[in-house]
């Protein structure tokens, strides 16, 4: 059992406090308070840290750990299907993942990484099952969502394969769900597959990439831009798939998608009208403005997600189209995208939101009696009177720690 104390505690469900305190009893918080309110002695003796800010670890809402290899190697881009063609030039094929060892090797710097800037909980997609047990190693929670493709396929033999995958696999700190890419690249059969998979889940989530670039959209729409001509030269066109003639998020609720526990990731096309069938549906949003730059579709339109009401989530992607894993400078670039939007509602979305569609806020994403102690250490100038827009203005690494339940800070990343 141990007391500590901070020059600020930001509990996320509550206002923060200056001079708090948090208590902990074998990985749980079990108290926490103002400075004005006295710590009872039951608590133990108390460890100030001093110019600290604690705060509940960060959820990385979407990422894709198999593409860690790729760091550095897909140059930014002016245009979505452009970017695409490049990573496919490095990569290969979707479902070919190359190297394992590669791979492997790359996706533990990552997770290493990601739990050096923060990080608690993770929502990693996976085309290969390849690195499923990797965020284990450094102590991440949360799910792996095996990514289903495929524009050419008339049947669900893919999730009946997946099915038999997830199920053969062996215990984990990650839950094993399912995806479907994006609506560009499954067909109408295995997006009804995918659909009728997530409701046989429920509550587990699931993900999608959706309304990610003008060129998706002038598929979906109009059966017509790079999108097709990509698909033709892949010679994965199919000539009785029917245009769906609405946007891709009409599109995914048309076919039963969107659900309280759909993982929609992107949406940086998203009008008011799709932002209200995710808010009505219960969705969440899940947006990575520094990888939308990087692959050419602009910045997301942060300011209406928060208007629209729909819950907001934050991912890094994949090191194939942003620096680093660091979600502080997700939230930094949110922050820079739509300054109007409260800094308490950014770091909500980076922490409570992001657990809630994860379907782990039970556990994480607030410093909260009964919760995990999974609890962050944000190193301060002394004079900080602002705290939440200190730490939505980009926190770096070297800054960030983990407080321990024997009072002390961990190593730093």
Not at 116 to 133: E, R, W
Not at 151 to 163: I, L, M, P, Y
Not at 195 to 224: K, Y
Not at 279 to 302: D, E, F, H, L, Q
Request: charged share 20%.
């Amino acid at each position: 059992m141990t007391c500590l104390r901070a020059a600020w505690v930001v509990p996320i469900d509550q206002p923060p406090m200056a001079g708090g305190w948090v208590a902990i009893d074998e990985g749980r918080i079990i108290g926490i308070g103002p400075a004005e309110a006295p710590v009872a002695s039951v608590y133990g003796p108390i460890t100030d840290l001093g110019d600290v800010a604690l705060l509940p670890g960060l959820v990385n809402a979407h990422t894709h750990l198999e593409l860690s290899w790729l760091r550095g190697a897909v140059p930014r881009a002016e245009q979505f299907t452009d970017w695409v063609q490049a990573l496919f030039a490095v990569r290969g094929r979707p479902t070919d993942v190359g190297d394992l060892a590669r791979i492997r090797e790359a996706a533990l710097e990552t997770v290493l990484a990601m739990r050096a800037h923060g990080t608690s909980l993770v929502g990693d997609i996976s085309n290969s099952l390849a690195v499923a047990d990797i965020p284990a190693v450094a102590g991440l929670r949360g799910w792996t969502f095996h990514e289903l493709l495929g524009f050419g396929e008339r049947d669900d033999a893919q999730v009946t394969r997946s099915r038999e995958r997830r199920e053969a696999m062996g215990p984990s700190t990650l839950g094993v769900s399912v995806a479907a890419h994006a609506p560009y690249s499954v067909s109408r059969e295995l997006l009804d597959a995918v659909a009728a998979e997530a409701r046989r889940l429920s509550p587990a989530p699931v993900s999608v990439h959706v309304a990610e670039s003008p060129e998706e959209d002038a598929l979906i729409r109009n059966g017509t831009g790079p999108w097709r001509g990509l698909l033709e030269r892949m010679g994965v066109w199919r000539n009785d798939w029917r245009v769906p003639g609405v946007s891709p998020v009409a599109y995914l609720h048309g076919v039963g998608l969107l659900q309280p526990h759909t993982l929609a990731v992107h949406c940086a096309q998203a009008s008011d009208e799709d932002l209200e069938l995710l808010r009505m549906a219960g969705a969440t949003v899940v947006t990575c403005p520094r990888s939308n730059r990087w692959v050419g579709v602009g910045a997301p339109p942060i300011g209406r997600f928060y208007a629209s009401g729909v819950r907001v989530g934050f991912g890094t992607d994949s090191l194939a189209s942003v620096e680093d894993v660091n979600l502080f400078s997700e939230v930094a670039a949110a922050h820079a995208v739509a300054p109007q939007v409260p800094a308490a509602r950014l770091l909500a979305s980076a922490t409570l939101d992001g657990a809630r569609a994860l379907g782990l806020a039970a556990d994480y994403g607030s410093l909260t009696v009964g919760k995990c102690a999974d609890i962050v250490a944000v190193s301060l100038p002394s004079t900080v009177d602002d705290i939440e827009g200190h730490l939505v203005a980009g926190v770096a690494a070297e800054h960030v720690s983990w407080a321990s339940t024997r009072g002390a800070l961990g190593a730093r990343g």
